[in-house]
């Protein structure tokens, strides 16, 4: 009887407990929703996790960067699909057969050929042809119509200032730069690997001769002054040429003009003796004033107002007008022979009648 009686006890002890802790809870479920701060967060997340987290960074680092990997490694890899896609990113239309033998370098022909040897096959035939053809055609058509517009668009510009431009725009450097933000690197068909930079500046040649000959000559031009010429966009001239005695370059030029010899005057300093010492010089010749410049002793600022003078008169100052990236290419003559003055028989008298 004694037994009975304590168990009903018990149970009458665990039903009040489960009804208070459900008045409990209840009580906490609508003060969460009068007072969202008073919510409790609960961590999912397991206390192995954030070692082993840990301990696989301080693996991969003691392994080392992981090696690149060639994306046509990767198992979603369609090479056709990726020259179909370069083409429309362009907004060119290339011969499919043109476009994959633009982009076939000789080493990669030589490499397939030496693994069929290893395999043993004695005599291997590839159906690819390499890409040197077009380089050569591209290159030649990318030199004229480089040299072509900036005689257009320069045309006080003595020659040597014209090629410096030119040989700037033409290195591997630049047409490496253009070819890789143009998404060639991937589709490169090349022995060396990673891509190495003359294989870029290459591909890019090919890639004009593969266009002119898809497309024609014109849209081969455009495409030129569209990615390689831009590069010269927000870019000083000056900079690209340098003129190893502009003092006495600067005399030449006006006694061919029949003007006096250029007269530098100091007409500002500060700072003299210190560290900080400014000096400011300006160029005459027959009492008319020609350049200005600055430097931190007299002997640079009369060679920064040398240059200064110069500049005004090949009308390459900073604020001259930019050059034009929308010249018709079907406009300009491509004679070889219609070259700027040079330096060293520039005058004003042989320029006087150009547009600028």
Not at 122 to 143: A, V
């Amino acid at each position: 009887m004694f037994k009975i009686d304590f168990v009903k006890n018990m149970c009458k002890v665990c039903v009040v407990c489960i009804e208070t802790m459900a008045a409990r809870q209840t009580i906490l479920n609508i003060q969460n929703l009068v007072n969202p701060s008073l919510l409790t967060v609960k961590r999912n997340y397991k206390r192995w996790l954030a070692p082993t987290l840990k301990e696989l960074k301080r693996r991969k680092m003691k392994m080392g960067p992981e090696p690149p990997t060639r994306r046509s490694a990767f198992l979603e890899w369609n090479y056709h699909a990726e020259l179909f896609a370069f083409g429309k990113r362009l907004g060119e239309e290339f011969r499919k057969d043109l476009l994959q033998r633009a982009f076939t370098h000789r080493s990669y022909i030589v490499q397939e050929e030496m693994r069929q040897k290893e395999v043993g096959i004695e005599d291997p035939k590839l159906s690819l042809e390499d890409n040197q053809e077009f380089i050569r055609r591209g290159e030649t058509l990318m030199s004229e119509y480089l040299k072509c517009h900036l005689r257009v668009a320069l045309p006080r510009f003595p020659e040597e200032g014209i090629c410096a431009v030119h040989g700037y725009l033409m290195t591997d450097k630049t047409l490496a730069h253009v070819s890789r933000h143009l998404g060639t690197k991937d589709i490169i068909l090349s022995s060396d690997f990673p891509v190495e930079e003359v294989t870029l500046a290459t591909t890019l040649k090919a890639l004009v001769g593969a266009l002119a000959e898809s497309s024609g000559a014109v849209r081969a031009r455009e495409f030129v002054r569209d990615f390689i010429l831009t590069q010269l966009a927000g870019r000083d001239i000056n900079e690209f040429w340098e003129i190893k005695d502009p003092m006495r370059t600067l005399a030449d030029i006006l006694k061919r003009d029949g003007r006096g010899e250029p007269e530098p005057r100091l007409i500002n300093e500060s700072g003299r003796n210190t560290i900080l010492a400014t000096y400011q010089v300006a160029v005459y010749s027959d009492k008319q004033f020609i350049g200005l410049g600055y430097g931190e002793s007299i002997s640079i600022a009369v060679e920064m107002a040398a240059h200064d003078a110069l500049k005004r008169l090949f009308h390459t100052t900073e604020n001259m007008k930019p050059i034009p990236f929308t010249v018709d290419v079907r406009s300009m003559s491509y004679d070889e022979s219609k070259w700027n003055t040079s330096v060293n028989d520039w005058s004003s008298a042989k320029v006087e009648n150009v547009d600028c």
